[in-house]
């Protein structure tokens, strides 16, 4: 595996896998000098495929109206989100809330310039590569997996947010 800062390489992957495989031949960084400008975020080597996080709001069972417009897109909760929020709530398929915290658990770690780009720009990634599932599966909110600390420690923390 190697890395780029360039952009438009052509060896590079882009985005979560449905089926295992290998890593990607190339990875995407921030340059050395925007690296240099500093940190959002502590530098990390580690994280731990956790799955994806649950509803941190109630749910509810879908309306009449919201059963007839979604039919077909397998929702089957819906997380209102408090008033005042930026979105009204999010829908749940059986399987995604199936498969929270539902994750390999193993832990993967990476090189200096890959951790120092998350923590240059920690939505720079969508997704990252898990060594248990040999998947790249998505980073963020809603993402599956959780950083650990320099002492190995787990956090609630979700890569790329």
Same mark, same amino acid.
């Given at each position: 595996? #190697?890395?780029?800062?360039? $952009?438009?390489?052509?060896?590079?992957?882009?985005?979560?896998?449905?089926? $295992?495989? $290998?890593?990607?031949?190339?990875?995407?960084?921030? #340059?050395? +000098?925007?690296?240099?400008?500093?940190?959002?975020?502590?530098?990390?080597?580690?994280?731990?495929? +956790?799955?994806?996080?649950?509803?941190?709001? $109630?749910?509810?069972?879908?309306?009449?109206?919201?059963?007839?417009?979604?039919?077909? *897109?397998?929702?089957?909760?819906? @997380?209102?989100?408090?008033?005042? #929020?930026?979105?009204?709530?999010?829908?749940?398929?059986? +399987?995604?809330?199936?498969?929270?915290?539902?994750?390999?658990?193993?832990?993967?770690?990476?090189?200096?310039?890959?951790?120092?780009?998350?923590?240059?720009?920690? #939505? /720079?990634?969508?997704?990252?590569?898990?060594c248990?599932?040999?998947?790249?599966?998505?980073?963020?909110?809603?993402? @599956? /997996?959780?950083?650990?600390t320099?002492?190995?420690?787990?956090?609630?923390?979700?890569?790329? *947010?």
């Amino acid at each position: 595996m #190697s890395l780029t800062t360039d $952009p438009k390489d052509p060896r590079l992957g882009h985005g979560a896998d449905t089926a $295992p495989g $290998p890593q990607n031949e190339v990875y995407l960084v921030l #340059s050395e +000098a925007e690296r240099a400008k500093g940190f959002a975020r502590p530098v990390r080597h580690a994280y731990r495929h +956790a799955g994806i996080a649950g509803p941190q709001h $109630p749910l509810r069972d879908l309306t009449g109206q919201e059963q007839e417009r979604y039919g077909g *897109t397998g929702y089957v909760k819906f @997380e209102e989100y408090p008033e005042g #929020s930026t979105a009204l709530g999010r829908f749940w398929t059986q +399987a995604q809330l199936d498969s929270i915290d539902g994750g390999c658990g193993t832990i993967t770690t990476m090189g200096q310039e890959l951790a120092e780009t998350y923590a240059r720009d920690f #939505s /720079f990634y969508g997704a990252t590569f898990c060594c248990g599932c040999r998947l790249h599966r998505p980073v963020g909110r809603a993402g @599956e /997996f959780t950083w650990m600390t320099p002492g190995g420690q787990d956090t609630d923390e979700r890569v790329g *947010t």
